[in-house]
C-alpha cells in the first residue's frame, strides 16, 4: 500500500522543521525542502538570536553609563567584535537546526531537497524541476520585510533590520519608520552601540498603544531621557526623498524628518512559495483555520510567520507540531487538534535591559470576553529591590477575573520583565486564583514586584 506524501516547504525554520518531527514518526512519505543559505530559520538567522546578541552589548554600555557610582567615560562598543560574536554564535545555532533537519532526512521515508518550491496547483510543487505530487502540503516559509508604499521610497537607500544587524560601522544620524517591537528594540541599539542621533516616526500617540497607557508613556519618556532619542508621535510619513547628506521624510502635518541613514522597521509580512497566486489559495484575513488548514484546501497547512497572524517563534513551533498531528489525525479519520494559544509576547525594550512582556488578556480584552475584572498595577519604583540595582524605571499590571479570582493576564515592562514570564505562564496556563498564590519571594529579587501585584488584587476581592 502506497503511504501518503506530505510535503513541507520551509523545513528549516521553527515552524517547518516543528511539522516535520511530527510527520518523521507517522507512516508517511514526507519529503522536506528548503532553499536556504546557510539555512537555519529566521528567528535564528535574522530575528530573535541575532538582535538579542547585539542588544546585549548595548545593555551593558547603558548599564555602565547610566549608574552614577561608576567613574569615568563610559565604554566603547567595538562593532566590529559585536558583529563577529554574533555571527560565531547564530552560525553555530543554525548548524544545530541543519542537523535536526538532514538527521530526519536519514530515514527511508523522509527525503530533503536543498532547492526552491513553486506551487503548480495546490498540492503539486515544482522542486528545484521535479514535480512532486503530495497529498498534504505544510507551508511554513516565514515572512519578509514589509516595505511600505509611500512616495519615493524605492529612490532611496534604507537599512532595514537584517542591515543593522550585520552593520558595523553607522552614520551619525537617522531616521527610523516603523516603532512596533523591532524598532522599539533596534532603536536604543543604534542610540547606545553606534551613537546614532535618531528620529523616529511613531503613527500613534505613544507606542504599544494597544496595551494600558502607562507602557506606551513609559517608553516614551524612556527613550527621550535615557537614550536621547526623538520620537515625533501622531504623524504619518507622506513622501521620502534622497538629500545631498542622507534622507528627508515628509510627514502628514507638514514637518519633515531629515537624517543620514533611513530605517525600515516597518513589520514583516508573509513570503509564499513562486507560484503561489497561480493556485487557489489566498492570504486574507482569516484564511488560515485554528487547525492549521487553510480555508481553501482541508489538505494544505500552513503555519508560522506565514500564516501573517502572531508571528512569534514560540507560536510558530506550536502551530508546526499542531499542523503535523493534525495530517496524522486526518490520516487516522481523528477530531482535529484545534491551536488556541495563550498570548505570550517578550519585546526586550530599553537595549534589554527594560523588558516587555505581556501574557493572557488585558483588562477590555477580559471584559469583551465577559469577565468582571479587578486590576492591579505597581511601579518598579515602589520595591526597594530595583532600586538597588539602579533599575526603577517602568511598572507592571495585573487582570484578576473579579468572581472567582482566576489570574487572566501579565504585563510587565521593567527590568527582569522577561524572567517573569514563565512563571506568570504557568499561574495563567494552570487557571491560578491569585488568593492561592505564595507572596514570598526570596528577598530581595525582582520577583517581589509580583508579590505586590498578587497582595493588591487579592485585597481588592
Request: glycine share 10%; charged share 30%.
Amino acid at each position: 500500500m502506497t503511504r501518503p506524501h506530505v510535503v513541507v516547504v520551509g523545513a528549516y525554520g521553527s515552524a517547518g522543521v516543528a511539522a516535520a518531527e511530527a510527520l518523521a514518526e507517522a507512516d508517511v512519505e514526507l519529503t522536506l525542502v528548503d532553499d536556504g543559505e546557510p539555512g537555519g530559520g529566521l528567528c535564528i538567522l535574522r530575528g530573535c538570536m541575532p538582535s538579542k546578541e547585539v542588544l546585549s552589548a548595548a545593555a551593558h554600555r547603558y548599564q555602565a553609563r547610566h549608574d552614577p557610582r561608576l567613574t569615568g567615560a563610559p565604554p566603547g562598543v567595538d562593532l566590529e567584535a559585536v558583529v563577529e560574536r554574533k555571527d560565531d554564535n547564530v552560525l553555530g545555532y543554525a548548524e544545530h537546526r541543519r542537523e535536526a533537519v538532514h538527521d530526519l532526512a536519514e530515514r527511508e521515508h523522509v527525503t530533503f531537497h536543498h532547492e526552491t518550491a513553486a506551487f503548480v496547483d495546490d498540492r503539486t510543487l515544482d522542486v528545484g524541476g521535479e514535480r512532486i505530487e503530495a497529498d498534504y502540503v505544510v507551508v511554513a516559509t516565514g515572512s519578509s520585510l514589509n516595505v511600505p508604499d509611500i512616495d519615493g521610497i524605492d529612490d532611496v537607500d534604507w537599512m532595514g533590520s537584517r542591515d543593522v544587524l550585520d552593520a558595523t560601522e553607522f552614520p551619525d544620524s537617522g531616521v527610523v519608520m516603523g516603532f512596533g517591537y523591532v524598532g522599539l528594540e533596534l532603536v536604543p541599539y543604534l542610540s547606545e552601540a553606534a551613537g546614532m542621533d535618531l528620529t523616529v516616526i511613531e503613527h500613534h500617540d505613544r507606542p504599544l498603544h494597544d496595551y494600558h497607557r502607562s507602557f506606551g508613556e513609559e517608553i516614551l519618556e524612556m527613550y527621550r531621557e535615557e537614550f536621547g532619542v526623538e520620537v515625533r508621535t501622531e504623524v504619518y510619513e507622506e513622501r521620502v526623498e534622497s538629500t545631498e547628506d542622507g534622507v528627508r521624510v515628509h510627514l502628514d502635518d507638514g514637518s519633515t524628518a531629515e537624517g543620514d541613514q533611513l530605517f525600515l522597521f516597518t513589520g514583516r509580512e508573509p513570503a509564499f512559495p513562486d507560484g503561489m497566486g497561480e493556485t487557489n489559495l489566498a492570504s486574507e484575513t482569516g484564511w488560515v483555520r485554528d487547525t492549521m488548514q487553510t480555508e481553501h484546501d482541508d489538505r494544505v497547512f500552513v503555519v508560522g510567520d506565514a500564516v501573517g497572524d502572531r508571528m512569534l517563534l514560540h507560536t510558530a513551533k506550536e502551530e508546526g507540531y499542531t499542523a503535523g498531528r493534525n495530517v496524522r489525525r486526518l490520516l487516522g479519520g481523528e477530531e482535529l487538534e484545534h491551536y488556541d494559544p495563550l498570548p505570550h509576547v517578550v519585546m526586550f525594550a530599553g537595549a534589554g535591559v527594560f523588558p516587555f512582556a505581556s501574557l493572557g488578556l488585558q483588562d477590555w480584552e477580559a471584559r469583551e470576553n465577559g469577565h468582571d475584572v479587578v486590576t492591579a498595577q505597581r511601579d518598579a519604583s515602589d520595591d526597594g529591590v530595583f532600586a538597588a540595582k539602579d533599575n526603577e524605571r517602568g511598572t507592571a499590571r495585573l487582570v484578576v477575573d473579579a468572581d472567582d479570582g482566576t489570574v487572566l493576564g501579565y504585563h510587565g515592562l521593567h527590568y527582569d520583565a522577561d524572567t517573569m514570564a514563565k512563571t506568570m505562564q504557568v499561574v495563567l496556563d494552570a487557571g491560578m486564583d491569585v488568593r492561592d498564590l505564595p507572596d514570598r519571594a526570596y528577598h530581595p529579587t525582582t520577583p517581589e514586584i509580583l508579590d505586590g501585584l498578587f497582595r493588591e488584587a487579592a485585597g481588592q476581592l
